[in-house]
């Protein structure tokens, strides 16, 4: 598998491996590899939301909203 960067990511990635100690390959495959081992952590699709059931709606008046209206 091949990954494509901007230069700019790359020279991001090459200063964090640096400051780890490490080569950019090696930092991106072990975070790679993080993700696969946690699958909580990586989701690829939206979470669900939650569902409101409010029952039959009806227009709301002005009377509804402002206190003002008798």
């Known amino acids: ?12 990635l090459a200063q964090l491996a640096t400051k780890a100690g490490t080569n950019a390959e090696h930092l991106v495959k072990d975070a ?3 993700l696969l081992e946690d ?4 989701h690829l699709t939206a ?8 029952g ?4 709301l008046h002005r ?3 402002y206190d ?3």
């Open 47 to 54: 979470p669900e939301l939650p569902v409101l059931h409010l």
């Open 63 to 65: 009377r509804d909203i």
């Open 56 to 59: 039959a709606m009806t227009p």
């Open 39 to 42: 699958e909580t952590a990586f």
């Open 68 to 70: 003002d209206v008798p």
């Open 32 to 34: 790679a590899l993080r």
């Open 1 to 12: 598998m091949e990954v494509q960067f901007t230069p700019e990511q790359e020279a991001q």
